[in-house]
């Protein structure tokens, strides 16, 4: 169960980056668009970038946040059931942060900056379930002989 937590929370972190890629490409095809002469407005269809971007943090994040939270309580992570409810807690932050930008939009700022906050704490999470790293070997005891 260690290892599906730590899969589950490096996803959530891999889905994040996803995130940023698709509305790169969403928002850089709207601009070629437009400057290839066509009009983009509210009734326009949605591309390639925004349709990743819409499935994967409405569905696919989401989905992995509430796997991660069940796991978490059978995954005997230290720290994990705190870890997995921070991740989970970031993404309905995040959720709430993309709902209120529409009216808002100055708020997707912090839609931005939460999705920073997520993937670092969402790989910490996937790191913690790795355990302690590797013990780093002892050096040999030296002697020091005295000759009389």
């Given at each position: 169960m260690r290892s599906v937590y730590?899969?589950?929370?490096?996803l959530v972190a891999i889905g994040v980056v996803v995130q940023a890629m698709a509305i790169a490409l969403a928002w850089?095809?709207?601009i070629k668009d437009v400057d290839d002469g066509l009009?983009?407005?509210k009734d326009s269809d949605a591309n390639a970038g925004h349709m990743i971007h819409t499935i994967v943090g409405s569905a696919v994040i989401p989905l992995l946040a509430i796997l991660l939270l069940i796991v978490s309580f059978f995954a005997k992570v230290d720290g994990g059931v705190r870890w997995a409810l921070y991740v989970f807690g970031l993404v309905a932050l995040q959720f709430g942060l993309a709902a209120a930008s529409f009216g808002a939009p100055v708020i997707g700022a912090l839609h931005g900056l939460n999705?920073?906050?997520?993937?670092a704490v969402a790989g910490l999470a996937s790191r913690r379930a790795?355990?302690?790293g590797p013990v780093a070997a002892e050096a040999p005891a030296t002697t020091t002989e005295t000759t009389p």
């Open positions: 730590r899969v589950l929370a490096g850089f095809t709207v009009v983009f407005t999705a920073f906050a997520l993937l790795a355990g302690p």
